[in-house]
């Protein structure tokens, strides 16, 4: 796997573009905090970006199934660096709606990028090789998110918040030239001239999903860490002002980030001696643990212990889900497949996200965690004896 280069410019890419991303979010709380006085119009505002995003799916899902990889990866990265230009006036006007646009643009330029990207992971790899490069890909990510909020917090007192996102700009164009040298074969052969094309139907990926209980199954567990993932940077907020330090801010991300590279770096070797599903249902208990232990979110040190336990967590979650969506599903139905999760996962972003700033107005950072935590532990239950039960039938079936 190391001596592919498609392997390399992925993870390379990843990373250059991760840090334009976390210089970019950590502009956008600054220049929230700056603007926006209410928690629930700060999540209003982000809401808006994941909403367009959701809009584009099935559209996004269709084109990647229909077109080349790369072609889509390149055309959603230049548009992702073009939309960088609405945040610089934003910022040169003030306007709180120029931001907006922003988020919407390059809500939409992702929400075509990232289904060609994890369709495009399973053509430049072995399948035996799948977890591990999930697990090095999600890594990469994780590392540029630590090091890009560690450089925007050291930046921002540097330099101005305008030249950070230059410094974004920068890194999504730096992307852009890395996809240039990417070179995936495709596998589809080329629809004739009056055939309808593959991937000519969004729909034609449920009854796929239907037909298999392990990849549903999986799609259902991945919305418990969601739960947590969509108010982060509201809790992160929250938990700077409850304590009355900006610094803990670049505590708790670092702390994540690390836990998340060690639980993705472990999972490999958890992965050969346990099921998926038993690494599923036992991390996604943990998350429910995670989120109970903020109700000391006053306390810095069990704060940063609550991240770093849910860093963890999701870290030996999400490769183990991804490489189950990889190698369970059809390679043609890939683009319809990951748009379709990336859609649920905005649809379920957006609804935390406002039910986090809500809640934050109303009860508090400490009440919301433990009944987030409550419910967490409530849904792993019921979808762990769910998965008995199926397995059970299954094999009854078999025996029978």
């Not at 970019?24 to 367009?52: T, Y």
């Not at 099935?58 to 959603?76: E, F, H």
């Not at 957006?350 to 919301?368: A, E, I, P």
Request: hydrophobic share 55%.
């Amino acid at each position: 796997m190391w001596n592919n280069k498609n392997v390399w410019i992925l993870l390379i890419g990843e990373f250059i573009a991760g840090l334009g991303l976390w210089l970019g979010i950590i502009g956008n709380l600054e220049f929230m905090q700056e603007k926006v006085p209410s928690d629930f119009l700060k999540s209003v505002i982000l809401a808006s970006g994941l909403l367009a995003g959701l809009a584009v799916g099935p559209l996004a899902g269709r084109i990647t199934d229909q077109a080349n990889k790369k072609t889509v990866m390149l055309v959603s990265g230049f548009t992702r660096a073009l939309s960088v230009i609405f945040m610089l006036i934003a910022i040169e006007t003030g306007s709180v709606l120029w931001m907006v646009v922003f988020l919407v643009s390059i809500q939409i330029s992702a929400a075509f990028y990232f289904p060609a990207l994890q369709a495009a992971i399973p053509m430049v790899v072995k399948e035996k090789d799948l977890l591990q490069m999930n697990g090095v890909h999600m890594n990469v990510a994780t590392l540029s998110r630590i090091l890009g909020t560690a450089l925007a917090g050291i930046l921002l007192v540097v330099i101005s918040l305008s030249l950070v996102y230059v410094l974004s700009l920068v890194a999504y164009l730096a992307l852009f030239v890395m996809t240039w040298f990417l070179s995936i074969e495709e596998t589809a052969p080329p629809s004739q001239p009056g055939e309808k094309p593959k991937g000519a139907s969004f729909k034609e990926v449920f009854p796929v999903i239907k037909g298999l209980p392990i990849v549903f199954m999986t799609l259902v567990m991945t919305l418990i860490p969601l739960l947590f993932i969509g108010g982060f940077n509201l809790m992160v907020i929250n938990i700077s002002e409850l304590q009355d330090s900006s610094a803990i801010k670049g505590w708790i991300y670092t702390a994540e980030g690390i836990a998340f590279m060690t639980g993705a770096f472990a999972v490999k070797k958890m992965g050969e001696r346990m099921s998926p599903y038993t690494i599923l249902f036992f991390f996604s208990f943990i998350i429910g643990i995670a989120q109970m232990l903020f109700y000391f979110a006053t306390s810095p040190i069990l704060s940063v212990l609550a991240f770093t336990v849910f860093g963890f967590a999701v870290g030996c979650f999400f490769p183990t889900a991804a490489t189950i969506f990889q190698t369970r599903i059809p390679k043609e139905f890939h683009g319809r497949f990951f748009s379709f999760r990336n859609m649920l996962d905005r649809l379920i972003f957006q609804v935390v996200l406002l039910l986090t700033g809500l809640l934050l107005d109303l009860v508090g950072l400490q009440m919301m965690t433990v009944l987030f935590g409550i419910l967490s532990v409530m849904m792993t239950g019921l979808f762990y004896s769910r998965y008995r039960q199926l397995k059970s039938t299954t094999l009854s079936e078999q025996a029978g």
